[in-house]
Structures are given as C-alpha cells and as structure tokens.
C-alpha cells in the first residue's frame, strides 16, 4: 500500500498502486511535487521518531526541578473555598477531650467554625494580597475607629495590576455585603469611594478576625495537602479549674501525624496590632497549658523575620 503525504497543503491520499511508492508526483491539492511513501515504512518512521522525542521528553523532566522548588511564593487560595460545610473543620470534640485531660474545660463556640457566610472567603483574598490590601484594610479600621461610614480610596499612585488587585477585592466584599455601597468616582476609575457596614461581626473582622480566618484556613488547607489528620478549633474560651478564663484564637491537634510522629498540639494567636504586652502572657499560658514553645506561635502582622527571630529567642 502506498500513501500521498506530506504535501506543502498537508495533503493526504491514499494510492492504491505500489509501482507509484518511490515516484515523485504533483500534489492534486496545491500542485506541489511530493514523493509517494511506502505506509509501512513512512508509519515505522514516525514511531521511531515519536519514540526519539518521548525519550528525550523524560530525560528534560528529569533534569528540570520539582514544581515546588521553583515556588518562592505561597499559593494563593484555600482548600475549603466556596464550601459551606466540611467535617474536616467540625472535628473538634477531640481537642475538648485534650483540655479535659489536662482538666481543663473548654468551650467551642461553632460560629467561629462556621463556613457557610463567607468570613474565610473574604479572609483569605485580604491576606493572600495583603501586600497590596493592608492599606485598604488599614484605612478601613481607621474609618470605623472614628464612627464614619464613607470612606474615598485614592489609587492614583497604584499600578494597574495593583488598582485591579484592589478594585476586585472592594466588588467581592460589597457582593457579600461587607461593605454597604461601592463605587468609582472618577473618569479615570482611580478613585473608588466605599460606604462601610456598621454591623458589629463586620466591624470586628476588619479590626483583625479576618486574620483569625486567614491563619486558620491556611493551615488548615496545609494539613490537608500533607495529609495530615487534624481536629481544631477556633475563638473559643478555656477555663481552668481555679476559674482563670482565656481566649484562644487558633488551636490544631495533630494526630499521628508525620511530622512529629505523635499527637501534637499546635497553639497559634494572632494579632494584627500592638503584640508586646501579651508576650508575657502568652508565655506563662504556654507553660501552664504544656506546649511546647517550638508548637505554640505568637502570629505579630507586619514585623520583619528578623525581628521576629530576636523576639523568639528572648
């Protein structure tokens, strides 16, 4: 059997004459001359030839680096995103079990687990742009200190890529209702004016629940992809038999997992503001509560790692 192939038109025709294989002919379609192959031989080439490419396919995999080594920066998003349940988040009786162990009562508050509003949705897109964001979310905590609903963003001085970052983040909040009205207020669209909620839970998560949220997602969303087994809890009251009562922000049992090899317990609070007058505090609650220093983390927004490092080693 012979085939009409390879034609500057990429024409392909079927000759049913073996005394053609090897002769030259013009192509029907664009009157190009092309040579009539052999398919046995013509379809062997192109299997050596794919085989050739498939191999040296391998070696350049081989020799590239791991996705993950090429990552310099986290991964944007989470692993419960537009969820409104999971039973991941609502496995939390074994750290009430923990506490009570150390017979200590705690007190889970389900709302702060709950993941059906869209509090971590929100949490998680201010804290994956946070470099471009916390403006905005500083300006925000500033407006409401001062009782003010209005507040006018000035972006002239932002990139576009930025000015997009911001204007997107300021649509999806004023679609979940975090933010009452939401509009530009110019011709060139660098000036967006927002009417901010005076709804308490509102209030709240931008004067630093959000970041609660983002913490607990992310690490959350960490244990997943490592496989982890994980109960936890979020902004709940413990209470020790003396009536001393505290509130913690962010609390993770590991489980056997292959990090530590053991159950472990991991303590994490955040402050998204002044943080030097709770070290104190948090350190003899450590002590008292029995975890370890390298499990239990102090999360300060906006230090430098260096300061961080100094701190940790005081």
Known sequence: MAILARGHCGHLREVLKKEYIGKKVKCP???????????????????????????????????????????????????FANLSSSPLLENFQEVVQWFKAKQIEAKPDEKAMDISGFFDEIAVQLGDNWAILGEVC?????????????????????????????????????????????????????????????????????NGDWLEWFVFMKVATLLVEKQVKFACLRNFEIVFPNQDKHELDVFFLLKGSSLWGTTTAVWIECKSGEFRDSVEKYTKLRKRLQIDKTHSVLLALGISDENATGLTGM
């Open 29 to 79: 379609s664009c009157q190009k001359v092309i040579l009539v192959h052999d398919t046995v031989a013509l379809v062997t080439e192109l299997l050596q030839e794919t085989s050739r490419l498939n191999e040296e396919l391998i070696k350049l995999r081989q020799q590239s680096p791991p996705t993950s080594a090429k990552q310099t920066q986290p991964q944007k998003g989470y692993a």
């Open 138 to 206: 500083h300006k925000i905590q500033r407006t409401q200190a001062k009782g003010y609903t209005n507040l006018i963003l000035n972006l002239s001085s932002h990139s576009q890529k930025e000015i997009q970052v911001v204007k997107q983040f300021c649509q999806e909040a004023y679609d979940k209702a975090f933010f009452t009205g939401y509009y530009t207020i110019d011709k060139d669209k660098k000036r967006v004016k927002l009417h901010l909620q005076t709804d308490k839970a509102i209030v709240k998560f931008f």
